[in-house]
């Protein structure tokens, strides 16, 4: 007979090799994130996406599946579905994009609806404090899929997991805080200068467990990508990037950090700019330099070696 061990070792692995997008946008559901410096840094993919457990691809999927139950209930009470969680509906503006979870309707109002489920204490601090205070992220999000939806309100549903208690909130519309998040990712998609730390030291709790944390701080080698190179350009219409050298959006030869990011993360000082050689030369906190770029510059492979070894 085969063993309990081999299927759960087959299950994990089809969960592990199961291939996964990267979002070549500023996303509605991380946009009300605490730190907008992580939202920067992981938009121009100066971090490798964060990998996950197949335990935590497995609590994920949960979730969704979650969402026809709520959908299911909504549209047994009388609601009626203007927009299904199936469908997964959104929007696009530049950087900045979004699927919603739904739209319904009742007694001639309409509400972006948002699914959530929670674990046993993540749905305590809901109950006491609502989702505003307690999960800023789904507020976030809901106030921007209901402004995109022109919803008259918003209902918030979320599920304990441990036990099936529900926990509702409907709530007007917030399109000051939609166009402040909207703002928000305006500024993250076309602004070349990383935003300030979230905190000075990397042992800060709000630091603890980000992925950006070790190129935040500039203790591990940025992930070398087209979007984080000094020779790209950006169109915050479409939400594109394009290479200033006619190349394809593939990491070559030519890619030369943003100098602004690289300063930032690795503690150093802009000292000179070659624009003519796309040169840039920094000054280390040691008093050395590190020129990069042009044709006797370092490349950036190089560059992480030295600011990493």
């Known amino acids: 007979m085969i063993k309990a061990e081999q299927i759960q070792q087959e299950i994990d692995a089809m969960w592990s090799e199961m291939p996964r997008e990267q979002r070549d946008y500023i996303g509605a559901s991380e946009i009300g994130h605490e730190c907008e410096r992580y939202l920067w840094l992981k938009f121009h993919r100066c971090v490798w996406p964060e990998q996950f457990e197949p335990r935590m691809l497995r609590l994920f999927n949960r979730g969704h599946?979650?969402?026809?139950?709520?959908?299911?209930?909504?549209?047994?009470?009388?609601?009626?579905?203007?927009?299904?969680?199936?469908g997964q509906g959104g929007f696009k503006r530049g950087f900045f994009a979004g699927h919603w979870d739904?739209?319904?309707?009742?007694?001639?109002?309409?509400?972006?609806?948002?699914?959530?489920?929670?674990?046993?204490?993540?749905?305590?601090l809901l109950s006491l404090n609502g989702v505003k205070e307690s999960k800023p992220q789904h507020y976030a999000q809901m106030c921007v899929y209901a402004k995109e939806q022109?919803?008259?309100?918003?209902?918030?549903?979320a599920v304990n997991k441990n036990n099936d208690d529900l926990h509702i909130e409907v709530i007007p519309r917030d399109d000051a805080?939609?166009?402040?998040?909207?703002?928000?990712?305006?500024?993250?998609?076309?602004?070349?200068?990383?935003?300030?730390?979230?905190?000075?030291?990397v042992t800060d709790y709000r630091c603890k467990f980000c992925n950006a944390k070790p190129v935040?701080?500039?203790?591990?080698?940025?992930?070398?990508?087209?979007?984080?190179?000094?020779?790209?350009?950006?169109?915050?219409e479409t939400g594109k990037f394009k290479c200033e050298l006619g190349r394809e959006l593939v990491p070559c030869e030519r890619h030369t950090f943003n100098p602004l990011a690289l300063a930032d993360c690795y503690g150093m000082k802009i000292d000179k700019v070659d624009p003519a050689q796309k040169q840039?030369?920094?000054?280390?906190?040691?008093?050395?330099?590190?020129?990069?770029?042009?044709?006797?510059?370092?490349?950036s492979d190089e560059v992480m070696t030295i600011l990493c070894d």
């Open 65 to 86: 599946r979650e969402e026809f139950q709520f959908e299911a209930m909504l549209k047994a009470i009388g609601f009626k579905v203007l927009d299904s969680c199936q």
């Open 102 to 124: 739904g739209r319904v309707e009742r007694d001639g109002l309409t509400y972006t609806v948002e699914y959530k489920t929670h674990s046993e204490k993540s749905f305590s």
């Open 150 to 157: 022109g919803s008259d309100g918003m209902i918030y549903m």
């Open 177 to 201: 805080h939609a166009d402040e998040m909207a703002a928000r990712a305006v500024r993250i998609g076309t602004d070349f200068q990383p935003p300030k730390k979230i905190a000075k030291s």
């Open 216 to 236: 935040c701080h500039g203790m591990k080698a940025m992930r070398i990508d087209c979007r984080n190179c000094a020779n790209v350009e950006k169109d915050a």
């Open 280 to 299: 840039i030369t920094f000054l280390r906190k040691d008093g050395t330099s590190l020129k990069i770029g042009g044709d006797d510059g370092l490349h």
